[in-house]
């Protein structure tokens, strides 16, 4: 099993999580989260944002779906054709256990 943990712009969001589940991943946790990438922020005028709002979106999927998945989030939270500075970044990392607590089973 692995976590996906992809950090997106907001106005990102609800076309990720549709596609997401167009492609019967429905199973997502969404988080407000506020922090900067390498650009340090940004400044608008005189204003410098040093926390900018973003959107944590977490899955915990089976090996064999994370590349699908990964896919599906690349495509839809970049902006434009190319993408720019601020689209997000995705973090995958292992995960060793997972239960369900009304059953207690483990697993998905």
Sequence with gaps: MLMIRAII???KVGV????????DYSAVTK??????????GIK???V???EIPKVMLLCIVNDEDK??????????????KDGT???GRIFISPVEEAYTI???KPGL
Excluded: C
């Design 9 to 11: 712009r907001p106005e």
């Design 16 to 23: 990720v999580l549709s596609e997401m589940l167009s492609a």
């Design 31 to 40: 988080l407000d989260v506020y922090g900067r990438g390498k650009q340090k």
């Design 44 to 46: 608008v005028g005189d």
């Design 48 to 50: 410098h944002y040093d």
């Design 67 to 80: 590349d699908d998945i990964v896919k599906i989030i690349m495509k839809n939270a970049k902006t434009g």
């Design 85 to 87: 500075f601020g689209d």
């Design 102 to 104: 009304s059953t207690g």
